[in-house]
């Protein structure tokens, strides 16, 4: 099969046609905080008009060395059977800069974090607001497969903020593998 130019000789296969659909072409829940949180077991609740919204704050023009859960190991799977996810999208509602705010992700153990970090085993992505609102939409986010049931962190640093604000849902794709 030959799908576009091939610039280097290799082509597809199958199975990254399926997965790249798969991903663009698949059902996406949506979550907030836990109105009841349970540890780090259970941190997000489905969306659903009255869910609160995440909370990040920036550092001292630096990412805030704390770290906020947004995914608890019992969030995932929300469809029973599935085995992988990955964090897809985020809805920002609100924030106190318009300053560009840089984003880090990682996934695991907390006591991981700073391992994982030294290994670049982390996504990052910036977001820029233009009037504190959620103007600029809803951001897509590129990144790998996550194994359910595996907790996920988030933190920020705001260039030129200290102590700044940004507000978020989150939106995830599910797998079978």
Not at 120 to 135: G, I, L
Request: include cysteine; proline fraction near 3%; hydrophobic fraction near 40%.
């Amino acid at each position: 099969m030959n799908i576009g130019n091939d610039p280097v000789g290799k082509q597809p296969t199958l199975d990254v046609v399926v997965e790249l659909a798969n991903h663009h072409h698949n059902y996406e829940k949506w979550f907030g905080a836990a109105a009841v949180a349970a540890g780090e077991t259970h941190i997000a609740d489905r969306m659903d008009g009255a869910i609160a919204t995440f909370q990040l704050v920036a550092g001292n023009n630096d990412f805030n060395a704390t770290w906020l859960q947004v995914l608890g190991s019992s969030d995932t799977p929300v469809v029973s059977g599935k085995t992988k996810f990955d964090l897809h999208r985020i809805l920002v509602t609100d924030t106190n800069s318009t300053d560009p705010f840089i984003i880090q992700i990682v996934t695991g153990e907390s006591a991981d974090i700073a391992a994982k970090l030294l290994a670049e085993d982390f996504n990052e992505f910036p977001y820029v607001s233009a009037t504190n609102n959620n103007d600029s939409g809803i951001s897509e986010l590129i990144g790998k497969l996550i194994n359910s049931g595996e907790k996920m962190w988030m933190r920020c640093a705001n260039v030129g903020g200290n102590g700044t604000l940004i507000d978020f849902y989150i939106g995830i794709h599910e797998y079978d593998e």
